[in-house]
């Protein structure tokens, strides 16, 4: 176990909808990371909060958000969701702009 | 922009054999490297890590060297078991900045007992 909660570990969903994921990262860590993982793309960095604030985006679409609120967990929200969208998406979580990042178990997403 | 390059992306070993992963980065700003271990269906677990200022680090059977010069790192892995099994992922960083991770595109290793 390393600390970090995801929840839910499996959702389904229609094409159009829209879903939250959350995470709740390891005690004490201020950085919160989302991935994506898909089949054939590996492991893609979407955004970092550090302390409530936004602190980095990778190739993250303008239909998905995320925040990390003052006690620290954090939210993904995904919309206007297509079946692209279906993937593993991982939040992880590490003390502060460095050093060893924590993963949850992840959220498994399926758009049907 | 940020890349990692992971080489090869499937790699079938016999038990007992070492096994070489090969990653290369772009940005020469980074300064931390992990590698990360998943197996399927689980989340990926850190099994080494090595930051600029170090050429190479070793973990009982697992190393890691990384040539600044090149922007390249390397797993070691020897004496390989079957539990070795698994998707591994080097990873590229630059600490006290962001630290987010861009991964390589990954190698599924397998061992054959």
């Known amino acids: 176990d390393s600390g970090v909660t995801q929840t839910p570990k499996h959702l389904i969903t229609a094409t159009g909808q829209r879903v939250t994921l959350r995470c709740s990262p390891r005690?004490?860590?201020?950085?919160v990371y989302w991935y994506q993982q898909s089949l054939d793309q590996g492991l893609q960095f979407l955004i970092q909060?550090?302390?409530?604030?936004?602190?980095a985006k990778g190739n993250i679409l303008e239909r998905f958000s995320a925040q990390q609120f003052p006690d620290l967990h954090s939210e993904l929200n995904l919309s206007s969701l297509e079946l692209g969208d279906s993937a593993l998406y991982f939040c992880a979580s590490s003390v502060g702009p460095g050093g060893e990042a924590f993963f949850g178990q992840g959220t498994r997403l399926t758009v049907v | 922009g940020e890349n990692v390059e992971q080489h090869p992306s499937t790699l079938s070993v016999q038990e007992g054999d070492s096994a070489v992963i090969k990653c290369t980065y772009s940005?020469?700003?980074?300064?931390?490297f992990p590698w990360y271990k998943q197996e399927l269906g689980k989340r990926p677990q850190l099994i080494i890590d090595i930051r600029s200022n170090v050429g190479e680090k070793k973990d009982q059977r697992i190393a890691v060297t990384l040539n600044k010069t090149a922007k390249h790192f390397s797993l070691h892995i020897t004496e390989t078991q079957p539990e070795d099994s698994a998707v591994y992922f080097c990873?590229?960083?630059?600490?006290?900045?962001?630290?987010?991770?861009?991964f390589g595109t990954g190698t599924l290793l397998a061992v054959q007992p």
């Open positions: 909060y550090y302390n409530g604030e936004e602190r």
């Open positions: 990873a590229a960083s630059i600490e006290g900045a962001t630290n987010k991770l861009i």
């Open positions: 005690s004490g860590d201020l950085s």
């Open positions: 940005d020469s700003a980074s300064n931390y």
